[in-house]
């Protein structure tokens, strides 16, 4: 693992109750369900169904699979004052309508507010370049726990 | 997309068809097992028999996982109950229901998600309404569909010997009207499509295919068939729900209307409902009745019975007996490909006009409207574009330079509320509507990817 080359992207965004490995979801649905699940977790000022659909909207605007097994479902939430990141990895991988039309078996959620700044925007342009590195990859996908996970992406 | 289909009518298998060929995951849902049966394997889809409102069956069918749940049993009291199931228990994204009783209908505020959760309804004999009137409306056009809210039309017709414009250059449609702005999205000459060209030749009997500003549709209309008044005298046959309300809507539009219906009794309780209307009791196939009033009189003449065979007949004795325009209701998709064009002006197809509608909310992307045309071969789409020059594969970009499926062609813009036809250096902005008309539907799915936004898109 090249440590130099890891940005500390989500600093600040993600906890490690809110990473989750070996995670079963048959269905696109299910998925942004559970990841909706783990956003709001310990979070009484968000609603689970809210993040659901505002992940499910922007889903339906194009996907957010960005190939090699990756997805970075995202949206805006009204009431979000910070960025808010969960991880997912899946046990089997799920078909997304990626752009390679791969599956995936790794998600990053995102969630920004409803204003969001651009240096909120650009999170999701460097989570994409973070995982366009081959190493990177592959590390997370070799994570064996969520403290490894989050020790590579904080 | 994870779609469940209750009820395996002739709306639920047609969509089943045509959303399976589309590479969706359909399962459809019957309490009839002989509805479904040989269904599985012929269209490639699950089908499973049970009571449609069921937890346990819509949780067999998929409940979980499913993006879309599409109601469509005759029972509007199950389709309200399968998709208010569906959201409790697994708070299915998207619901469309098939409501027929204009007591539900009139009062929409029942259908919300903390009463009875219904994203979208769907009235067959609403959308069935509009498009006769449309083709009432506008004499000589095939089909007549609506974008952005109304403000863009879309009209097939057939070009005639007579239309100023046949046997001519397309471009020259400029000097006769210099000041409209229309464009020529198809032509399908004896059945094959051709891309319209400025130097394109049109030739009498192509089908051609306009878009332009509603107020403008006439006058473009005229340049490719002989000019025609809207007729006011209409024969309509069958006074079921859909001809009881095609009467009431144009009694409302001031065209003089009579309504023959065979059931002495529905003749009656229909006659008490209209005010304007004159209701026949009779047969349409009887042509002493049809001579009687003036049926050679009539500018239309729409059969709207639930016999397929009985419509297509009355309409071509009617057209024989001098109605100057003939149109059939047909639900048997065979015989709107035989009919049409052949013995009658118009074959209305309730399914494909309703399948239409329900393609809108399959579509990926923020599509707007969808329109199924010639006979489901064609499709022209109204579809909002996001993004910007690097989340967008179309914003920012001069139409020529947008790489469009072949045989797609942008047939018109809708910006701030303001209609746009485009010319080909015309540059995409972010929020545009862009009506497409797309040739051969096995592009759907290239046109949707462009228009996808791409990840950086928040």
């Not at chain 2, 030739?203 to 500003?213: K, L, R, S, T």
């Not at chain 2, 297509?312 to 007996?321: G, T």
């Amino acid at each position: 693992m090249n440590s130099t080359a890891h940005p500390r992207l989500l600093t600040g965004l993600l906890s490690t109750s809110r990473i989750r490995l070996n995670v079963s979801a048959p269905s696109k649905k299910r998925m942004l369900e559970e990841l909706a699940r783990l956003l709001s977790h310990n979070r009484p000022d968000l609603h689970r169904d809210t993040v659901f659909q505002v992940l499910n909207e922007r889903e339906r605007l194009g996907s957010t699979g960005i190939g090699d097994g990756i997805a970075l479902p995202h949206g805006r939430l009204n009431g979000l004052t910070e960025p808010l990141a969960a991880v997912i990895r899946l046990r089997q991988a799920l078909d997304f309508d990626s752009v390679d039309d791969r599956p995936i078996q790794l998600i990053v959620g995102l969630l920004v507010p409803a204003n969001a700044t651009e240096q909120h925007l650009n999170i999701l342009a460097s989570l994409a370049e973070t995982f366009n590195n081959t190493e990177q990859r592959e590390a997370i996908f070799r994570a064996r726990d969520a403290q490894t996970l989050f020790a590579l992406l904080t | 997309m994870k779609i469940i289909i209750l009820g395996a009518g002739q709306v639920g298998i047609s969509t089943a068809e045509i959303l399976a060929k589309e590479d969706n995951d359909i399962t459809l849902v019957d309490n009839v097992a002989s509805q479904v049966e040989g269904l599985q394997d012929r269209l490639d889809i699950r089908t499973i028999v049970g009571s449609a409102s069921h937890p346990s069956v819509l949780e067999q069918a998929g409940g979980p996982d499913a993006d879309l749940i599409l109601a469509v049993t005759d029972q509007d009291e199950v389709n309200m109950a399968a998709c208010q199931v569906a959201y409790t228990l697994f708070r299915t994204p998207k619901k469309i229901a098939r409501i027929r009783s204009v007591e539900y209908l009139t009062h929409r505020e029942i259908f919300s998600d903390d009463s009875i959760p219904v994203d979208v309804i769907i009235s067959p004999e609403q959308l069935i309404t509009q498009h006769v009137l449309h083709l009432i409306e506008y004499p000589g056009a095939l089909q007549v569909v609506d974008f952005a809210g109304g403000k863009i039309k879309l009209v097939g017709l057939k070009a005639y010997h007579g239309g100023p414009l046949v046997g001519r250059e397309l471009r020259t449609i400029r000097e006769d009207l210099p000041t409209v702005e229309a464009r020529v999205a198809a032509i399908y000459r004896h059945d094959r499509p051709i891309i319209p060209e400025g130097d394109t030749i049109i030739e009498p009997n192509d089908e051609v295919f306009i878009v332009a500003a509603a107020p403008h549709i006439p006058i473009v209309m005229s340049e490719f068939c002989a000019v025609e008044a809207p007729g006011q005298n209409i024969m309509l046959v069958g006074a079921g729900k859909i001809g009881l309300q095609l009467a009431r809507t144009l009694e409302q539009n001031n065209y003089q209307v009579k309504l023959v219906e065979h059931g002495a009794e529905r003749a009656r309780q229909v006659a008490e409902q209209l005010d304007a209307t004159i209701v026949l009791r009779g047969d349409a196939a009887d042509e002493d009745l049809m001579l009687q009033e003036n049926i050679d009189g009539m500018d239309v003449f729409c059969s709207l019975t639930n016999d397929d065979e009985a419509n297509i007949l009355s309409a071509m004795l009617a057209k024989r007996l001098g109605a100057h325009r003939a149109m059939a209701l047909i639900n048997r998709s065979a015989y709107v490909d035989l009919i049409e064009s052949s013995v009658l002006d118009v074959a209305i197809s309730p399914s494909l006009i309703t399948v239409g509608s329900l393609l809108t909310h399959v579509r990926r992307g923020d599509t707007i409207a969808v329109h199924s045309l010639r006979r489901g071969a064609a499709e022209a789409i109204e579809t909002i574009a996001h993004g910007d020059a690097t989340s967008s594969s179309v914003v920012g970009r001069r139409i020529e330079d947008i790489s469009l499926p072949s045989g797609t062609r942008v047939g018109a813009l809708l910006r701030n509320q303001e209609v746009i036809i485009p010319h080909h250096d015309t540059v995409i902005e972010a929020e545009d509507h862009v009506i497409l008309f797309v040739i051969d539907k096995k592009h759907i799915r290239d046109v949707e990817r462009l228009f996808q936004v791409k990840v950086t898109f928040v």
